[in-house]
């Protein structure tokens, strides 16, 4: 109905319009939705890091289909997928240099930032209520030790029948 500027809580929009454009542009591969892929996998940031960079010539005695890439890191190691990330593919406006690596590292930090926007968030109201719940620790704690401390002074006489 109407355009606004997009926020950060929006979700992303599809690349593709329907399944069909999709699988056309990649070859006839549908591509997976890779909003969640960092939770999915077991050490998922440090798998993906791996599959970006790992690619390499294929060892000898390892044949490949056409359209093919090896991967060690990759189940199998034959992956559909062409290297995407190669040095200085984009120029950073604070100087940082564009290896490989450094652009694998935005990758992926983009990617844990789509499985989880709310991140920052909950780890904020996380460090204010530990503090509140320090105050409120100490608070009791001064109280207790008030309210008790009457009936630790008291020297309680121990009847002559009782003493050894």
Known sequence: MY??????????????????????ANGGAYPPDLTYITQARIDGENYIFSLLTGYMDPP??????????????????AIGMAQ??????????????????????????????????????????????FTVLGVLNLVVWYLHRHYWSV?????????PLFKK
């Open 3 to 24: 355009k606004r500027p997009g926020k950060l809580s929006d979700l992303l929009p599809k690349p593709y319009p329907n399944e069909e454009a999709a699988r056309y």
């Open 84 to 129: 995407a990330l190669y040095d200085e593919i984009i120029e950073y406006s604070d100087g940082t240099p564009a290896t490989q690596s450094q652009c694998a590292k935005d990758v992926i930090t983009f990617l844990k930032w789509c499985a989880e926007p709310e991140h920052d968030t909950r780890k904020l109201f996380a460090m204010k209520a």
């Open 60 to 77: 000898a005695g390892v044949s490949l289909a056409e359209n093919q890439h090896y991967n060690p890191y990759f189940p199998g190691g």
């Open 151 to 159: 009936l630790k002074n008291r020297k309680i006489l121990q009847s």
